[in-house]
T-cell receptor, first 114, second 114 residues
Framework: DQQVKQNSPSLSVQEGRISILNCDYT??????FLWYKKYPAEGPTFLIS?????DKNEDGRFTVFLNKSAKHLSLHIVPSQPGDSAVYFC?????????????FGKGTHLIIQP | GAGVSQSPRYKVAKRGQDVALRCDPI?????LFWYQQALGQGPEFLTY????????KSGLPSDRFFAERPEGSVSTLKIQRTQQEDSAVYLC????????????FGPGTRLTVT
């Protein structure tokens, strides 16, 4: 039973446009959410996170939105750049303090078209 | 500063062999995590250490899997009598404290059991 779901295995976006990656979760105990980016043959790299007490967090071109009532979060990348092409994982934690393994989605492969 | 390193990067084992996978976390990081990533899936939590104490091993799939971190730094994941379903990328991550949600991943060890 997948507690974190990324329903789009892949997404193609034109360079310069907005990329929107979606993530849904089922466990209401999750209190912290993270996005990781992964290039082939490398480990996931932390991108941005959000606490469940917030609904938005922004860092440069990256913004994460959290809708707790819908158990949905999204990652917006504006403007999209060729180097953004990677697999993006949504992850969640229920530990209340960070001392916990993360629960990951299956990932979305983002392809930025020139 | 060095990131998380893992060795070997690739391991081929015949079914029934024992393997040992090593993780060197970021210096000074208290927390260490092991994940298993099957092809086309997100990472799945295996086990967690805080310093040398293994606080959670709920994700280990069977008693053939064993992890240790005897001095609170380097960790080893051992798989006994490997089976084909053990083929996956094994990722190690560390974080600076038990209060930190952000985990920093190594490049992984790709294990292939033939």
């Amino acid at each position: 039973d997948q507690q974190v779901k990324q329903n789009s295995p892949s997404l193609s976006v034109q360079e310069g446009r907005i990329s929107i990656l979606n993530c849904d979760y089922t466990n209401s105990m999750f209190d912290y959410f993270l996005w990781y980016k992964k290039y082939p043959a490398e480990g996931p790299t932390f991108l941005i996170s959000i606490s469940s007490i917030k609904d938005k967090n922004e860092d440069g071109r990256f913004t994460v939105f959290l809708n707790k009532s819908a158990k949905h979060l999204s990652l917006h990348i504006v403007p999209s750049q060729p180097g953004d092409s990677a697999v993006y994982f949504c992850a969640a934690s229920a530990s209340g303090g960070g001392a916990d393994g993360l629960t990951f989605g299956k990932g979305t492969h983002l392809i930025i078209q020139p | 500063g060095a990131g998380v390193s893992q060795s070997p990067r690739y391991k081929v084992a015949k079914r029934g062999q024992d393997v040992a996978l090593r993780c060197d976390p970021i210096s000074g990081h208290v927390s260490l995590f092991w994940y298993q990533q099957a092809l086309g899936q997100g990472p799945e939590f295996l086990t967690y250490f805080q310093n040398e104490a293994q606080l959670d091993k709920s994700g280990l799939p069977s008693d053939r899997f064993f992890a240790e971190r005897p001095e609170g730094s380097v960790s080893t994941l051992k798989i006994q009598r490997t089976q084909q379903e053990d083929s996956a990328v094994y990722l190690c991550a560390s974080s600076s404290s038990r209060l930190s949600y952000e985990q920093y991943f190594g490049p992984g060890t790709r294990l292939t059991v033939t």
